[in-house]
């Protein structure tokens, strides 16, 4: 029987939060398509997830493209199916790699700082200032995060797709010996607008959980400095959990027979 009541609670818990954070997504999308939009605000989100998260995400998509080749090269030799290497480096990076790894990376990246940044103004009460002042918290700290979430990530997935398929290309050319024109040829030959289209929706799913993550946490944070530290925490690993599972369900809904 203790099991079973350590069980009850725990569910309960779990719908607890699922409700809490169903109900956060609902008054966050509300907001982030009522007037007044900040939209100062707004971009400025878009300059901070998109244009500074360039630099971790194209190197974590060119060296990804780089080792894919590499691995793949190792494991079809056996086969003596090396002409499959460029097909096997651009159906990777567009359908799953490109979407997840740049989604992790900024996960880590601006999903800390959006908990860290919202909970230090819930620690230090500024979030109550703000209603004091007659300003609504969810338009002017959600709804620019959010909106800038998912119309940046599918830009940065995008340059992921190209500059890991690039990584591979120049693998495949200077050091496993491949020519030009035949990898570029079958890049081209393998490429389908459905893998990158199913990789640019999964950017735009993560950037909204992402920025829901990140939000969430902060806003709810309590406990002074430790509070702020620990809402850092459950958004970056709550984030990086929902990109695993909705990652496996979108590619579920686009590829499954």
């Keep these: 029987m203790n099991f079973v009541a350590v069980l009850g609670r725990f569910f309960l818990h779990f719908l607890q939060i699922t409700g809490r954070v169903s109900l956060f997504a609902f008054h966050s999308v509300w907001h982030s398509f009522v007037p007044p939009l900040y939209l100062r605000l707004l971009f400025r989100q878009m300059l901070e997830i998109g244009y500074y998260s360039l630099p971790v995400v194209g190197l974590t998509a060119v060296f990804?493209?780089?080792?894919?080749?590499?691995?793949?090269?190792?494991?079809?030799?056996?086969?003596?199916?090396?002409?499959?290497?460029?097909?096997?480096?651009?159906?990777?990076?567009?359908?799953?790699?490109?979407?997840?790894?740049?989604?992790?990376?900024?996960?880590?990246?601006?999903?800390?700082?959006?908990?860290?940044?919202?909970?230090?103004?819930?620690?230090?009460?500024?979030?109550?200032?703000?209603?004091?002042?007659?300003?609504?918290?969810?338009?002017?700290?959600?709804?620019?995060?959010?909106?800038?979430?998912?119309?940046?990530?599918?830009?940065?997935?995008?340059?992921?797709?190209?500059?890991?398929?690039?990584?591979?290309?120049?693998?495949?050319?200077?050091?496993?010996?491949?020519?030009?024109?035949?990898?570029?040829?079958?890049?081209?030959?393998y490429m389908e607008t459905k893998d990158v289209i199913s990789g640019l929706v999964k950017a735009s799913v993560f950037g909204f959980i992402i920025s829901l993550m990140g939000c969430y946490h902060g806003f709810n944070s309590r406990g002074g400095a430790q509070g702020v530290g620990q809402a850092t925490t459950n958004a970056v690993v709550s984030a990086s959990i929902l990109i695993l599972l909705t990652n496996y369900i979108i590619t579920e809904l686009f590829f499954a027979r």
């Design 64 to 189: 990804t493209g780089a080792v894919l080749a590499l691995q793949s090269y190792t494991g079809f030799s056996r086969f003596n199916a090396e002409s499959s290497i460029a097909a096997v480096v651009v159906i990777s990076i567009t359908r799953e790699l490109g979407p997840v790894l740049a989604g992790l990376m900024v996960a880590g990246r601006v999903g800390a700082a959006m908990a860290a940044e919202i909970g230090t103004m819930r620690v230090t009460e500024q979030i109550d200032a703000l209603v004091t002042l007659s300003t609504n918290p969810f338009k002017y700290l959600i709804a620019p995060r959010l909106l800038a979430g998912v119309l940046m990530l599918p830009c940065l997935v995008l340059v992921a797709d190209i500059i890991g398929v690039y990584g591979g290309y120049l693998v495949g050319i200077h050091k496993l010996g491949f020519s030009a024109s035949s990898y570029l040829k079958t890049t081209t030959d």
